[in-house]
C-alpha cells in the first residue's frame, strides 16, 4: 500500500509533498514517489516557474478549490515541493489523491 506520509494537516488546511517532472504530454498523477510524496507529471517546460502554476492549478482542479487556495510552500525551483492547500483537510486530500494512484 501507498504511505499516508505525502499529505500532512496544518493549522489553515493541509500540505501536499509531490515530486514533479515537467515535460509531459499532459499533466497527470503517475504514481507514489518514494514514501512520502506523489509524482506528478506536468505539461509544459520547468521555465518561468510554469511547472508550479500547472502543479497548483491541476491539484486545485482535483480537490475542488479554487487556484488561489493552493500554493507553493517549499521548494518553488526544485522537482521537490510541498503544496499547501488552504481550507481542506489532510484526510479529505489524501483520500482524494489515494484515488488517482495507479
Known sequence: GV??????????GAEAKLRVSPGAR?????G????????LRVAGPPVEGRANVEAEHYLAELLGVTASDVSVARG?????KTLFVRGVEAEE??????????
Not at 499532459?26 to 503517475?30: C, G, L, R
Not at 518553488?76 to 521537490?80: G, K, L, N, V
Not at 486530500?93 to 495507479?102: A, K, N
Open 26 to 30: 499532459s499533466t497527470s498523477i503517475a
Open 32 to 39: 507514489a514517489y518514494g514514501e512520502d510524496a506523489i509524482k
Open 93 to 102: 486530500v489524501r483520500e482524494i489523491l489515494s484515488g488517482y494512484l495507479p
Open 76 to 80: 518553488a525551483s526544485s522537482r521537490s
Open 3 to 12: 504511505s499516508k506520509g505525502f499529505v500532512t494537516r496544518t493549522r489553515d
